[in-house]
């Protein structure tokens, strides 16, 4: 039989013995067998996915919120080993963006019969760092990040996306950062900005379309930036955005494979929902084709998007 290696984080996937006869059961369905590994709470991963490796199975699952995903596909990067995502998270992504169900038990369907696609991921440098990260979806420098860090766990358990919504009013009035960027190491650019974004995919929880042009497959990352000011700016924003009502006259759009950034004064930032320590220096580059990992069909709504733009 073929193996599959499981990569779960056992405080998000509920009952582990359930979790796990299901998930073997569909499994055995498609001739293979399982091998789990848990995450832990010093490691949300990185072990676990060079074990992976070692075993060179037919696949690799990663279960758990988009940290556990994030670190788990990343890691396999180079590896020709393909990923399936099983969404067990607040937001879920990048199961998300490549249309993987939010239902367990049909997305576990979907790990073994899904259509396996190669994608790029994005790798970044800062001052802080002694070896890049990579992260697959999105990353941020400014209020988003802001409300990742300061949101309540214990709401977030409570009431899912909501509790980011909350963080966010706490935040809105945080003030302009001026900010220094170049892409592809040739146009360089000034702006004061409350907003700085990069993105690989496009779509947000909710179907908004953060970065409408945004694909993980095309070998180029996005950038977003603004400094929509008070309740008034961000609403303008949210017409914008998430209403797709009026031009985007509130953010500014970029694209390119390579993004420097240099802030006035630190600010916090956050990958793919992680936050992480304040920097001034960051390096966003795209690496395509880097993962293998297991889509779904597009939906139909996503299907009418795409004929609209």
């Not at 067998?33 to 010093?42: F, G, H, I, R």
């Not at 300061?150 to 977030?156: P, R």
């Amino acid at each position: 039989m073929r193996q599959v290696v499981t990569i779960y984080n056992p405080v998000k996937v509920g009952d582990e013995d359930e979790f796990k006869t299901s998930l073997s059961a569909v499994a055995q369905q498609h001739g293979f067998v399982v091998k789990y590994l848990t995450t832990s709470v010093d490691d949300p991963g990185f072990a676990m996915a060079a074990q992976a490796r070692k075993l060179q199975p037919d696949l690799v699952i990663a279960a758990g919120g988009d940290g556990t995903v994030r670190v788990v596909s990343t890691e396999m990067r180079h590896s020709e080993i393909p990923v399936a995502v099983l969404p067990a998270g607040t937001t879920n992504l990048l199961a998300r963006n490549l249309n993987v169900p939010l239902d367990m038990k049909a997305a576990m369907e979907l790990a073994f019969t899904g259509q396996q696609v190669s994608m790029d991921i994005v790798k970044v440098h800062n001052e802080n760092s002694r070896k890049p990260w990579y992260f697959t979806g999105m990353a941020g420098i400014g209020i988003d990040a802001e409300v990742m860090h300061h949101v309540d766990e214990g709401l977030k358990k409570v009431v899912g996306p909501v509790a980011y919504v909350m963080s966010f009013f706490r935040q809105v009035n945080n003030s302009v950062q001026r900010c220094r960027f170049r892409i592809d190491g040739k146009q360089v650019l000034k702006r004061n900005v409350i907003i700085f974004m990069v993105g690989n995919t496009s779509q947000l929880t909710g179907g908004i379309q953060l970065f409408p042009e945004a694909t993980p497959f095309d070998g180029s990352l996005d950038l977003l930036i603004g400094a929509p000011q008070g309740i008034s700016g961000w609403w303008r924003v949210v017409k914008n955005v998430v209403l797709r009502l009026g031009r985007r006259s509130t953010l500014e759009y970029f694209s390119g494979k390579r993004f420097e950034v240099l802030l006035h004064k630190p600010a916090v930032w956050e990958m793919d929902g992680d936050p992480e320590a304040a920097a001034r220096h960051w390096v966003f580059q795209v690496v395509p084709q880097a993962i293998t990992v297991v889509a779904g069909e597009p939906g139909p709504l996503a299907r009418i998007r795409s004929r609209i733009r």
